[in-house]
């Protein structure tokens, strides 16, 4: 996604160029440009044909951006209405079809049973639920036997998990991308 003018563009694939709606919620916090080209150019050839958790997806941007890089299926998960409506709006704006969910990520992870290929961790910094989020993700077998977890936070916080292997970390700023996978037996 590229930003122009407040508005965020699909960087890439079937959907290239295509304008999301302009973000006016206070309460979402976008992925930078940098950031997102980081995390998508590291998993361009992983994406296509994959199931995606797009947890605390905000506007929905990273998910979309997954789906139009050919993702099978992407679900989007937040427990803002506001959020789930923008989403919502974006998928129809670029005549995308995926399931959009409105409820609390870790009561959604407690239901399901199929494993996703890439899930996508961008919760509120200081909300201290990436490790309930990866227990629970463990705990469950929600993520594929070669599947990949991307979690975005703030350089001081650590993200580690004894189920996962941190398959590679890329720091920008204050912002890191930890990108991890099922601990090797």
Not at 142 to 169: M, P, R, S, T, Y
């Amino acid at each position: 996604m590229k930003n122009y003018g407040g508005y965020m563009r699909v960087t890439t694939g079937s959907r290239k160029g295509g304008r999301l709606v302009k973000n006016n919620l206070s309460h979402v916090r976008p992925t930078t440009d940098k950031v997102k080209q980081a995390l998508f150019t590291k998993l361009q050839f992983f994406i296509a044909g994959k199931r995606v958790l797009d947890l605390f997806c905000g506007t929905g941007a990273l998910g979309i951006e997954a789906l139009s890089r050919g993702a099978e299926e992407v679900i989007f998960v937040d427990k803002s209405f506001k959020s789930i409506q923008m989403t919502k709006q974006n998928l129809i704006k670029l005549s995308l079809d995926a399931d959009v969910f409105k409820t609390d990520a870790l009561k959604f992870l407690e239901k399901q049973n199929e494993p996703f290929d890439l899930i996508l961790i961008d919760p509120p910094y200081s909300s201290g639920l990436y490790f309930p989020v990866l227990d629970l993700i463990y705990k469950r077998n929600l993520l594929a036997k070669d599947g990949v977890i991307v979690c975005e936070h703030e350089k001081w916080q650590e993200i580690k998990h004894d189920g996962f292997d941190i398959l590679d970390e890329k720091k920008y700023g204050n912002i890191v991308l930890t990108f991890l996978e099922n601990k090797v037996s």
